[in-house]
């Protein structure tokens, strides 16, 4: 028995070394222990972007993390994202199939998991969906408008004490990801709605790209990952629910003559039987998922962000309200034609961004065919996970990246500045199909509330962190802040 463990033992080494003798012009990275690979590297850490960003200082911007029988090559740096993201979009720009993603939902839906063919359909379907329904447009805007004004009532009833306003800047960017899917808003005290702002976080909280059940089966079997899979189950069935409600109230009262809102728009185009394998039941929850988070969950923090660097940097947000008044005044509310003149605040929220780093990975790629990647080999079905916050912090393209200065986004004449390695909404193809939206959120919600308020910290002497807990997105840790009327 000792003599036959022995040598399946030996046997099995055997293939471990043939196989990195087959690999051996991989990306370096940390030697994998036999089996398991790096599955040590996996563990939970809410400041996990900065640990993999420390591998790329010993092993290079193009390293290899050995997970089971996947590889996983980490890009660190503007150059390498840039080179397999849009260089080589053609052979990076699909997705694995990956465990945790797909845990409630039919595999091969959606838009964030989905590649090939159905894919670009479905995204070419949705970023026209969102031009339809006013991403850009004045109707859009005084629905954005609608939120900042709850916003602000709710700023003002807090009465200069302090509070903390991440839930509430969710559930005003949730709303308007509701008026473009449904067609209508809700009260924030509605407890539908809270239901599912609180359900599309949890997903959020439960979809960390470097979740270690995603390569290693046995780990779906230990109580930390049957607890993942039944409260993502659980999630998910909740949403599927919530808008089952939702699609057979449209789909009762549809009207093809009358498109109302983006469910309209899919069950028009599921009954136009042009891609009826694409256009599915099982398609259209996902996709409103994805757009959900895409377009509520990143949009939120992002601005729960924008607040606490401004209560950090009082001296900027002096400055930024200063370019306000100079420009809007005090007596209207600020608009998207407003916004080509104002730099220094346009400054700012993009230094923001690349500070705060709502997304510090992108979600993961995967190899469609063996290629080259910085004289390197990485094979087909390799998973490519781009580090987005080393790009932010690459001091070949930013000087002093460490530090907050809206002036790197200026040019000398002080108009704004276009940065290449400035990629908050990843790059290539695959950029957040959020974009669009989010950008015009954050300037309205950010420009209003800067308008009405001075931002400060509730606490001087024990100023809230700028380090942010990691999961899908990177949030800021709970925080709360005071808002006084100017």
């Not at 000792?2 to 099995?12: A, C, K, P, R």
Request: proline residues 6%.
């Amino acid at each position: 028995m000792d003599t036959i463990l022995l040598s399946l033992v030996v046997g099995l080494l055997i293939l471990f070394c043939l196989y990195f003798r087959k690999n051996r012009n991989l990306p370096p990275g940390p030697y994998p222990i036999p089996f398991i690979g790096n599955l040590i590297l996996f563990k939970k850490d809410q400041r996990g972007y900065k640990a993999y960003t420390k591998l790329s200082e010993k092993y290079g911007n193009i390293y290899t993390l050995h997970c089971g029988s996947t590889l996983i090559i980490i890009l660190n740096g503007y150059d390498a994202i840039n080179e397999a993201f849009v260089k080589q979009a053609d052979v990076f720009t699909d997705r694995p199939q990956l465990f945790v993603p797909l845990i409630g939902v039919s595999k091969g839906t959606g838009l964030t998991y989905n590649s090939d063919r159905p894919w670009k359909i479905l995204r070419r379907f949705a970023l026209q969906a969102l031009r339809d329904f006013g991403v850009g447009k004045k109707s859009l805007e005084e629905k954005v408008q609608e939120e900042v004004n709850v916003v602000m009532e709710t700023l003002t009833n807090s009465k200069g004490q302090p509070i903390r306003v991440k839930p509430l800047l969710l559930s005003a960017a949730t709303n308007i990801i509701c008026n473009v899917m449904f067609g209508a808003r809700f009260q924030y005290t509605d407890d539908r709605f809270n239901e599912l702002t609180d359900v599309l976080e949890s997903i959020f909280r439960l979809n960390a790209p470097f979740a270690k059940e995603n390569f290693f089966p046995f780990t779906r079997n230990l109580s930390g990952g049957k607890e993942l899979i039944s409260k993502r189950s659980a999630a998910i069935e909740k949403v599927k629910k919530y808008l089952a409600v939702t699609i057979k109230e449209h789909e009762e009262s549809f009207d093809p003559d009358n498109i109302r809102d983006f469910i309209d728009l899919y069950i028009k185009a599921s009954r136009d039987q042009t891609d009826p394998e694409i256009f599915t039941e099982a398609n259209v929850y996902k996709v409103i998922v994805d757009l959900f988070l895409a377009g509520g969950e990143t949009t939120g923090t992002s601005l729960d962000w924008s607040l606490l660097y401004m209560i950090t940097y009082p001296e900027i947000q002096s400055k930024c309200q200063d370019e306000i008044d100079h420009v809007v005044g005090k007596n209207r509310p600020v608009g998207l034609e407003d916004k080509g003149k104002m730099p220094y605040l346009e400054a700012t929220l993009l230094e923001i961004q690349r500070m705060a780093n709502t997304l510090t990975f992108s979600l993961p790629h995967v190899a469609k065919k063996d290629t080259k990647l910085q004289g390197f080999d990485i094979p087909k079905d390799a998973i490519i996970i781009a580090n987005l916050y080393s790009a932010h912090i690459d001091e070949k393209y930013w000087k002093d990246p460490e530090k907050f200065i809206p002036e790197r986004f200026l040019n000398e004449d002080g108009s704004l500045r276009r940065r290449d390695a400035f990629i908050p909404f990843s790059a290539g193809p695959r950029f957040c199909i959020g974009e669009p939206l989010a950008r015009m959120e954050l300037f309205l919600f950010f420009t209003n509330l800067l308008q009405r308020f001075r931002f400060s910290m509730e606490d001087k002497e024990n100023p809230p962190s700028l380090d942010g807990v990691q999961a899908l997105t990177l949030t800021p840790l709970p925080y709360r802040l005071v808002a006084l009327s100017r």
